[in-house]
């Protein structure tokens, strides 16, 4: 099994089209074998230089709102009164500690998403 490390994008290429092509490889087979050595590479390649960032807690909140079809008065139980939601949600009061809990337990937004401090924070 012939592999080299990827080191820059074209190798990166090229280990997405072999893995393509290896899609339907039967595991503990030769091909099964480099296609596992290969997606780990790839991986590996990606945490490095295609991070995933959590976005900060407003746009999180704000995403969940959304998808969840909640309003500003859905979050009264989890930030206080509908006059403090509102001013989270337009950055003008931080997030708690506490609010931050109840967030993350009562709605299931993740608590790293919730700390994450956001580029417009006041």
Same mark, same amino acid.
Do not use: C
């Given at each position: %099994? *012939?592999?080299?490390? /990827? ?5 990166? +290429?090229?280990?997405?089209?072999? /893995?393509?092509?290896? %899609? !339907?490889? =039967? ?5 099964? *074998?480099?296609? *596992?050595?290969?997606? !780990?590479?790839?991986?590996?390649? $990606? ?5 995933? *960032? #959590?976005? @900060?807690?407003? $746009?999180? /909140? =704000?995403?969940?709102? @959304?998808?969840?079809?909640? !309003?500003?008065? @859905?979050?009264?139980? #989890? /930030?206080?009164? +509908? ?9 003008? +009061? ?10 993350? $337990? ?5 608590? $790293? ?5 956001? =580029?417009?924070?006041?």
């Amino acid at each position: %099994m *012939d592999i080299s490390p /990827i080191k820059n994008q074209r190798d990166y +290429r090229r280990a997405l089209r072999e /893995i393509e092509g290896l %899609m !339907t490889a =039967k595991r503990n087979t030769p091909e099964g *074998d480099r296609l *596992d050595v290969l997606v !780990t590479l790839v991986e590996a390649w $990606e945490a490095r230089h295609y991070r995933l *960032d #959590f976005p @900060d807690a407003v $746009e999180a /909140i =704000k995403y969940h709102m @959304d998808n969840q079809g909640l !309003t500003p008065r @859905d979050l009264v139980p #989890f /930030i206080g009164s +509908r006059n403090r939601v509102y001013e989270v949600l337009s950055r003008k +009061r931080p997030l708690t500690f506490a609010m931050v809990r109840r967030l993350h $337990e009562g709605l299931g937004i993740p608590a $790293e998403s919730l700390i994450k401090q956001g =580029k417009h924070a006041a």
